[in-house]
């Protein structure tokens, strides 16, 4: 007999799996920046100000101030060879979970004082212009 398995003698199991691909994992590595000191002449420094970068000169010794990652802004003595927190979750650039964090207080009056209810004011159209509302004061 014959070992060849025909159309209807085929495996049970159907076709054979290709091996799982690996997933790429996202890259949590810092991005490291270092602030500078760098002694330049007066021409330099008016390009600098003006365009808000300059060349450096070849062999120019650079004094560095701080090194630290460029995503969390943490330093580098701190946090080196742990993922970057910015990477993985940044709320604490923008000051905590927002959905938990406390709302602003109200401020209560004095117990003599009174409130008084200000006319409307006009911030749109002629009126609003003629009034000085979008328009700076002279």
């Known amino acids: 007999m014959s070992e060849a398995k ?3 003698e ?13 997933e790429e994992k996202p ?9 500078a000191e760098i002694e ?7 390009v ?11 062999g120019q010794r650079i004094d560095a101030l701080e090194v630290y ?13 742990e993922d970057c927190s ?3 979750d940044n709320r604490h650039l923008i000051g905590g979970d927002q959905s938990t964090r406390a709302k602003r207080k109200i401020p209560v009056p004095p117990k003599n004082a009174r409130v008084v ?11 609003a212009y003629v009034g000085g509302v979008s328009r700076p004061p002279r």
């Open 10 to 22: 085929s495996d049970p199991e159907g076709p054979p799996t290709p091996p799982p691909a690996e």
């Open 40 to 46: 330049v002449v007066p021409k330099i420094a008016k």
């Open 6 to 8: 025909t159309l209807v």
């Open 48 to 58: 600098a100000d003006y365009r808000g970068s300059f060349k450096a000169t070849e």
């Open 27 to 35: 890259d949590l590595s810092h991005v490291w920046v270092v602030a």
């Open 117 to 127: 209810p200000g006319g409307r004011i006009e911030r749109r159209g002629i009126e």
């Open 86 to 88: 910015a990477k993985i």
């Open 69 to 81: 990652c460029k995503g969390c802004r943490r330093p580098y003595d701190e946090v080196t060879g």
